[in-house]
């Protein structure tokens, strides 16, 4: 990758503890850093503590009466770990959950639209916003008066990012982006990615099973074994691990 990165972390996990329900321990103690301009894999099985580490840091793990009973969460520097989801988004810091989550009832760009509102941009400003995600999404350009919910799977992907990126994030929470895709559908996905980093200068956290297409396009990695951090380091470094797969699949 040839973007150059920032020394000041955009986001800091400083040895988070996640309980649900008040008793269900998800997440042990994860200490994790991403820096600005960067791509940064979290990495695990099923189950490893991926999706509530981004819902943790969103605050969308409240929705699911889950908390953050121990640690911090530092983003560009100030303390959100008791912080409100809309107050991060207009802070830009977005999530895109797993799943995709489209509204299948509206258009592609009435989808995309949704994205903006927290800002309430101005008709000009809302068309440049659009321009600029049809240009790294031509395919969603096409698509923009059909109905979400008939998109195909990986078209519904872009959508949910593309939405994302509407609210003019700075730190984009991605889970599990190549789950029940194609593997074309998905490199083209991660080129997208790739690309924003390098062109806007948007820095992504994404959680990933699949670790070799993950490690492809981060700089840096960790690795999620039940709710801890196994292993971290970056891209090149997790690749040369001969035990990394050990750790990933939790042997």
């Known amino acids: 990758m040839s973007t150059e990165l920032s020394n000041v972390p955009i986001l800091q996990l400083q040895s988070i503890e996640v309980v649900y329900e008040k008793v269900i321990l998800a997440v042990k103690d994860v200490s994790l850093s991403v820096a600005a301009n960067s791509i940064v894999a979290l990495l695990g099985a099923n189950g490893a503590g991926k999706s509530t580490t981004l819902k943790a840091i969103s605050g969308l793990a409240a929705a699911q009466r889950g908390e953050v009973v121990r640690g911090r969460v530092l983003y560009q520097g100030d303390d959100i770990t008791q ?3 809309a107050a991060l988004v207009q802070g830009g810091l977005v999530q895109v959950l797993e799943g995709r989550h489209c509204f299948a009832h509206l258009g592609v760009e009435e989808n995309l639209i949704t994205g903006a ?3 309430r941009p101005t008709a000009s400003v809302l068309k440049q916003q659009l321009e600029r995600i049809y240009h790294y999404f031509p395919r969603l350009k096409k698509l923009r008066k059909n109905l979400a919910g008939y998109a195909s799977g990986g078209e519904q992907q872009m959508v949910a990012i593309g939405r994302a990126l509407m609210a003019e994030p700075k730190l984009v929470l991605l889970d599990e982006p190549s789950m029940g895709l194609a593997p074309l559908v998905v490199e083209e996905i991660f080129d997208i990615i ?4 390098q062109q806007q200068g ?8 699949n670790a070799s297409i993950a490690l492809k396009y981060a700089h840096h990695g960790y690795v999620i074994e039940n709710g801890r951090v ?3 380091g970056t891209t090149q470094e997790l690749k040369a691990r001969s035990d990394l797969q050990a750790l990933y699949l939790g042997i």
């Open 83 to 85: 912080a409100n989801p």
């Open 194 to 197: 790739g690309n924003l980093n």
């Open 202 to 209: 948007v820095s992504f956290l994404l959680a990933e099973q």
């Open 117 to 119: 509102l927290i800002k």
């Open 230 to 232: 196994a292993a971290h």
